[in-house]
């Protein structure tokens, strides 16, 4: 056994005089300056010792704080009164009375106990008074904090409820303002796991103040139903579910969609729109809509809106305008006196708007339907117009109005389809790739397009298609920017335009439409954000839950949708005629004009004065409601 070793510790010794080592007394380390703190320095160390010993030792040394200036004041002002008295008892008396007032003490005199009771009483009244202030103001202060966090109930009724944030929230709810703002009243509540104020930062940068419609902002998470209650959504005319930003997106709406159905009750009859990114998830979040509800697949409707601009070069700015509440949009019209009335005179008497095609009673939407179609009782009148109270003239006196039987269907007239015109692509090149990528190739199949895969964001020879199509990538929902390989796809296109002379038109998909003023893109080339449409698309249908199949025939690659179609179609080149004169034209063609974009402009015009008169060059485009 190996004995373990003895450590002795030295004693301590006191240093000597002169010693120079370094620690030592003598030393530059140990000097007067080093050792000694200064006045400042025992200062903060008395208030640090002062301040933890607690509220008692806080009170009292303020209590001899003020007493070390109140009572040197009050006596210099009794010594320097003429009229104080001459005694120094009677002065002294009144120094007390004074330092009693300044401190509400009491500043009684007299006996010791008297003395002692009255400041007793005021040091109680002192307490009971500070107490009753403080209470006040917390209460006051977590009201405030209350209210700033947005925990409030939200009493309200017709409003707009929008349930989660992402990106589009800002776009959605704009739109929601504006709807309500036509009405001149209503509010639009928004629920998000996000701060209050933050959110109104948002909302407000994007949408202008709009006199009397509120925005009202209260944080929650949209999945728990007692943050639900909090938004009255029984009470609501819709409510609107935006799939978060994250991977778990469609996951958040199908539990969201259960916590609603959970805090309104079934029978509630209030109008439900969602949307899922993934189309795989489709059927769980109309299950857990339930009836009634309305649940759009946003992969599907950015899919079918790249087709349609791949086959309708031009056609991004006016799907937005289309959708947006600026300026005209759709509207449904139900009056008295439609039933009876053919579609073509109904259209002929609308001077401020756009009749495109009836919604029966039923929900089936007719776009652009023969002229003698009937409409009966029930059914609306679609029209594009700047709000609800578009004007129809009624029918002319002595008219006998068209009856039909409600069992036989409408009559139709068929129309030949319009030639592709010799500017249509037939082989389009697709860069990138997403999970709308597949349905994108099937819709360009479907249209007669040939449609061929990139290997590389960065094409070769681009050339030799006739459209270039940029998917958003990887998921347009993953992390990173997935509008990145887009921009960088955009400038080697331009930069291959330049190369070779040849601009080939390109339609590429936006995920955020901040990024689109930095996308180089030339002037045949159609930015779509497919994330701001599918916002504006939401606000349509929250506002009118019947235009959500009209929506849905428009935005189809084939059959009755938007088309761009050459003013001398219908008139002859330089040909002077009001929009109406045009507008009857293009009926006769089978078609419903809804606007016009000049030759020299790149934006379109939706809904022009029908008594506008211009001369219609050959450059000059038509946007119509009709067949491919």
Known sequence: MRKEREITVPSPRSPRRGDRRAGGPGGPAAGPAATRPGARDRARYWVDRTVVRGVPALVAWLALACLSLVAPASALLVWTDDTSPDTLQGKAATVWRTVGQTLRLGGEVGPPLRIALSVFLALVSLLYVSTLVGLVTTAITDRLAELERGQTTVVERGHTVVLGWSEQTPTLVAELLAAHAQRRRGAVVVLADRDKAEMEREVRGTAPARGRVRLLCRRGRPTDPAALARVTPAAAAAVVVLPPDGPDADAQVIRTLLALRATVGEGCPVRIVAAVRDGAHLPTARLAAGPGALVLDADDLAARLLVQCVLEPGLALVLEDLLDFAGAELHTLRRPDFAGRGFGELAAACPDSCAIGIVR????????????????????????????????????????????????????????????????????LVLGWNRRGERVVEGLVRGGVTAVRGDDDVPVEPEAYDHVVILAGPDGDGPGDPDGRTLVALLHLRARARQSGRTVPVTAELTDARNRPLAPAGPRADLLPTGRLTAL????????????????????????????????????????????????????????????????????????????????????????????
């Open 361 to 428: 009673g039923d929900g089936v939407p007719h776009l652009s339907p023969p002229p003698d179609t009937v409409l009966h009782p029930g059914d609306v009148l679609l029209v594009l117009a700047e709000d609800d109270r578009a004007t129809v003239l009624p029918a002319a006196p002595g008219t006998a109005p068209t009856t039909a039987p409600a069992t036989t269907p409408a009559p139709t007239t068929a129309f030949p389809a319009r030639p592709a015109p010799a500017g249509a692509p037939r082989r389009a």
């Open 537 to 628: 698309l939401m606000a349509q249908v929250a506002w009118d839950d019947r235009l959500a199949a009209a929506f849905d025939e428009l935005f189809a690659a084939t059959g009755t949708g938007v088309r761009l179609r050459p003013a001398t179609d219908f008139l002859p080149a330089d040909t002077e005629a009001s929009f109406a004169a045009l507008a009857e034209a293009v009926a006769r063609h089978g078609c419903a004009a809804i606007g016009h974009r000049p030759r020299d402009a790149r934006r379109p015009r939706l809904n022009p004065p029908k008594t506008e008169t211009r001369r219609w060059s050959a450059g000059d485009v038509v946007i119509v409601v009709g067949p491919a």
